[in-house]
């Protein structure tokens, strides 16, 4: 079956002539990422907002030994890394999607994960360190 494209004739399908230039199947698992930890985050983020609103008005001492009991320790620890993981990958979406040369894209990224890896450690570290 020839295809005309322009002022070239090819004997190669369309699908034989995008081959190779991508899968569809790369972008399945952070799709499914993405839905998995918005789930996650959901009664998470729930948690943490009542609980916040809750302690509004206690003392900072009050706050310390909220975030030393172990359930609220492993809540918050768990909800950083969701939420971390969760801003990375979509940012890396938005660069992807708007970012035109391939460097720009790669330093996006990298800077992008480098800086929620960075957020997510001393977050969790401050954590540890009044749960501990």
Known sequence: MATETGAHATLRSPLGRVRGLGSAKGGTHHWWMQRVSSMALLPLM???????????????AATLAWIGRPVNAVLLLAT????????AS???????????????????????????????????????????
């Open 46 to 60: 729930l948690w943490f907002t009542i609980s916040a609103a809750l302690l509004a008005g206690d003392s900072y």
């Open 80 to 87: 950083i890394g969701i939420a971390f993981q969760h801003t």
């Open 90 to 132: 979509g940012i890396q979406v938005i660069i992807e999607d708007y970012a035109n040369s391939e460097w720009a894209k790669m330093a996006g990224i990298l800077a992008t994960k480098a800086v929620c890896w960075l957020l997510a450690l001393v977050a969790a570290l401050a954590v540890l360190r009044i749960a501990v």
